[in-house]
Nanobody, 127 residues
Framework: QVQLVESGGGLVQAGGSLRLSCAASGRTFSGYRMGWFRQAPGKEREFVAAISRFGSNTYYADSVKGRFTISRENAKNSVYLQMNSLKPEDTAVYFC????????????????????WGQGTQVTVSS
């Protein structure tokens, strides 16, 4: 069983920055691929970013590429999402997720490839 707890959300003005954190339980965090997703009001949840087990590979949605950076610290069982140049359209609940079974051959943007999810943290960007 893996538990994921997000933190770091809040209210920020457009152009500002936030850093989200996700703390994971379990002794084998380095064995998990990790991802961030988000869900805006009235919309389906969408992929944001993913990172490989030791951080050597990353994958971003086009909408955040160049503005967001995903990283991880396996010694702290944590994954992060640094969000810069935030826009009002980035407003959403942000979720971290763990892929522990490697259903896909590579980093995935598909929700069904992630088997554990956090409860989410709200990010609101004002214009």
């Amino acid at each position: 069983q893996v538990q994921l707890v997000e933190s770091g959300g809040g209210l920020v003005q457009a152009g500002g920055s936030l850093r989200l954190s996700c703390a994971a339980s379990g002794r084998t965090f380095s064995g998990y691929r990790m991802g961030w997703f988000r869900q805006a009001p009235g919309k389906e949840r969408e992929f944001v970013a993913a990172i490989s087990r030791f951080g050597s590979n990353t994958y971003y949605a086009d909408s955040v590429k160049g503005r967001f950076t995903i990283s991880r610290e396996n010694a702290k069982n944590s994954v992060y999402l640094q969000m810069n140049s935030l826009k009002p359209e980035d407003t959403a609940v942000y979720f971290c997720a763990a892929d522990t079974v490697y259903s896909s051959l590579s980093l995935s943007r598909a929700e069904y490839d992630y088997d554990y999810w956090g409860q989410g943290t709200q990010v609101t960007v004002s214009s």
